[in-house]
């Protein structure tokens, strides 16, 4: 069994920041890729920032600049700085980790249920 689970979202008011964290437990022998994606309500999911597992990273044109993303491996847990939050950013925030059970299988994604971040004055 394996589970995903974010933490951090909350309501902040524009030009602040937030921290989330994402992570990986279970029956885990290696996390490959995580990555961050968002979706706002009447949009799709959105990619937001994608970290491999020995640290590139890639971002959204619109938060290059502004959001940070980063990972612990020993933890299995990525992590989302977000600053100079505005309000279209305002979205259910969900983590995919790319991982596998065992040296044998084949890599699989695997999702967390998502945390709200609303930036609103």
């Known amino acids: 069994q394996v589970q995903v689970v974010e933490s951090g979202g909350g309501l902040v008011q524009p030009g602040g920041s937030l921290r989330l964290s994402c992570a990986a437990s279970?029956?885990?022998?290696?996390?490959?890729?995580m990555a961050w994606y968002r979706q706002a309500p009447g949009k799709q999911r959105e990619l937001v920032a994608g970290?491999?597992?020995?640290?590139?990273?890639n971002y959204v044109d619109s938060v290059k600049g502004r959001f940070g993303i980063s990972r612990d491996n020993a933890k299995n847990t990525a992590y989302l700085q977000m600053n100079s939050l505005k309000p279209e950013d305002t979205a259910v925030y969900y983590c995919?980790?790319?991982?596998?059970?065992?040296?044998?299988?084949?890599?699989?994604?695997?999702w967390g249920q998502g945390t709200q971040v609303t930036v609103s004055s």
């Open positions: 995919r980790a790319d991982l596998g059970t065992t040296p044998f299988t084949v890599s699989r994604q695997y």
């Open positions: 279970g029956s885990i022998f290696r996390v490959y890729a």
């Open positions: 970290i491999s597992r020995n640290g590139t990273t």
